[in-house]
């Protein structure tokens, strides 16, 4: 069974400019997560997503992040302008429909970004 | 705003059994209490959950208080691939959310 894809592995971009980040869940799983770790800390979730309709993106700084889902599969995940606070892993996970008794989450290995 | 408490750090003897501890105080009638481990420069893998029994599965146990207020993951047999930080997290079915907390870091002494 294929897993979650992530691409870029790794990004090295400048501050003040842009980057989007891939991500291909595991098929037929409805919810997809993007996740912020910064190095030391544990995963914060950004965004939610139920198909191709937000779940919840309260920790979302919507200044500057975007990530999208138009067809309920792929998503991405942009970042207008970067900061230097930026620098971090972004994961991608996804699982299965809500409501449903075995909610284990799968994830992707992880774009480590570094904003310089 | 993670919801679990767990200790930052631990350390084991290899094939030693480890209790990684979790306190939910504020745990809901509908979580889930899920485990998940993060090994170094990985994404998190899934390593166990229940609801309210105590449950086993090929890479662990889970016992889960009676009044639901705390959990704990053993490691039958620690092996130096099992040092990693493992995050306690609880889970909504109806809402399928997932935040994590700082995890318990566990190290693995030969």
């Known amino acids: 069974e294929a897993g979650v894809a992530q691409s870029p592995r790794y990004k090295i971009i400048e501050k003040r400019q842009s980057v989007a980040f891939w991500c291909n869940p595991i098929s037929g799983h409805a919810t997809l997560y993007w996740y912020q770790q910064i190095l030391g800390q544990g995963p914060k979730l950004l965004i939610q997503?139920?198909?191709?309709?937000?779940?919840?993106d309260s920790q979302l700084p919507k200044d500057r992040f975007s990530a999208e889902r138009l067809k309920g599969v792929d998503s991405t995940l942009k970042i207008q302008p970067a900061k230097l606070e930026d620098s971090a892993v972004y994961l991608c996970?996804?699982?299965?429909?809500?409501?449903?008794?075995?909610?284990?989450?799968?994830f992707g290995q992880g774009t480590r970004l570094t904003v310089v | 705003d993670a919801k679990t408490t767990q200790p930052n750090s631990m350390e084991s003897n290899e094939e030693e059994p480890v209790h990684l501890p979790c306190n939910h105080s504020t745990i809901s009638g509908t979580d889930y209490i899920h485990w998940y481990r993060q090994l170094p420069s990985q994404g998190p893998e899934y390593v166990i959950h229940?609801?309210?029994s105590n449950v086993n599965n090929r890479m662990a146990s889970l016992a889960i208080a009676e009044d639901r207020k705390s959990s704990t993951l053993i490691l039958h047999r620690a092996t130096l691939r099992d040092a990693a930080v493992y995050y306690c997290?609880?889970?909504?079915?109806?809402?399928?959310?997932?935040?994590f907390g700082a995890g318990t870091r566990l190290t693995v002494k030969p």
């Open positions: 996970a996804s699982s299965l429909d809500r409501g449903t008794p075995s909610l284990v989450a799968f």
């Open positions: 997503f139920q198909n191709n309709g937000v779940v919840d």
């Open positions: 997290i609880l889970r909504d079915p109806l809402i399928n959310d997932m935040r």
């Open positions: 229940g609801l309210t």
